[in-house]
């Protein structure tokens, strides 16, 4: 009877648990919710500096807010002016609210914020419309998930930075493991032609990016990318990094060719 016992309460202590992970996005989206109705704030937008930073006016003080959530092309990247046009546009001389996320400010002493204008939210406009990526350096928070369904609504209109890869080659290399713990990425060629992947890239939700040199994945075969030191091989291509790539919580990768249309994006 004491046995049984023990085991029914382990069994409830188990349902409970995994009930708990599976919805820590809402609970804690609530408590997030809850948290930030109090770091809201109401300011005037100065000038944007590029597709995700903005100077703002917060009460007669400039101030720099990087945008939460999201990743926009760099400088000589493709689709930077078209994400800097579209902030601009929306943004520049407006009244806006910004809602603070988990973090306060970076490392460069940026406000990292939610933009809100007329009760919209710009972060993921952006996304939605074609000119970002989300990313979450801290973590999700209570907006992660809109940022990633938008996204996915991105890809499926096949927008501007999410538009899919013209090159034949797309729909032959998939992406056969991302290996969180070994920092390796393992591509397969499923077709039986060679595939030329020069100048094709590998980059996380941030921006640590990897570039192909002179390169063809034979029809069949897999090539593995390393991230760390070592001798490339014709099947192992080393990412040469001191640190790490991947996330072990969370990460997105994204594969472009080398006119940066999107082959694949996957995450974990």
């Known amino acids: 009877m004491k046995r049984e016992k023990r085991r029914l309460v382990q069994l409830l202590f188990l349902l409970i648990l995994a009930l708990i992970v599976m919805n820590y996005h809402y609970l804690d989206s609530y408590a997030t919710g809850k948290f ?39 400088k000589g990247e493709r689709y930077y002016k078209e994400a800097k046009d579209f902030l601009n546009l929306t943004l520049t001389g407006k009244e806006i609210t910004l809602e603070k996320g988990r973090g306060d400010r970076d490392r460069y ?28 350096p801290s973590g999700y928070d209570a907006h992660s998930f809109e940022l990633i369904k938008a996204f996915d609504s991105c890809v499926k209109n096949n927008l501007y930075f999410c538009e899919a890869s013209k090159d034949v080659c797309s729909k032959c290399i998939v992406l056969k493991e991302l290996n969180v713990k070994d920092q390796e ?28 040199g002179n390169y063809t994945l034979n029809g069949k075969e897999e090539v593995h990318i390393i991230v760390g030191s070592g001798k490339n091989t014709n099947n192992k291509l080393i990412w040469v990094r001191s640190d790490y790539v991947w996330n072990e919580d969370h990460d997105t990768i994204f594969l472009r060719d080398n006119e940066d249309g999107l082959v694949l994006y996957k995450r974990h």
Request: proline content about 1%.
């Open 36 to 74: 930030v109705e109090s770091q809201k704030e109401t300011v005037s937008v100065i000038r944007v500096v590029d597709g995700d930073t903005i100077k703002i006016n917060n009460s007669g003080k400039e101030d720099t807010v990087r945008l939460l959530g999201i990743n926009t092309p760099e």
């Open 185 to 212: 990425v393992v591509l397969y060629n499923e077709c039986e032609n060679e595939c030329d992947i020069t100048s094709w890239s590998i980059k996380d939700e941030g921006r640590k990016k990897y570039i192909f």
């Open 109 to 136: 002493d940026r406000l990292l914020r939610y933009v809100f204008l007329n009760g919209e939210n710009v972060n993921e406009k952006i996304i939605r419309e074609g000119y970002a990526n989300y990313y979450f």
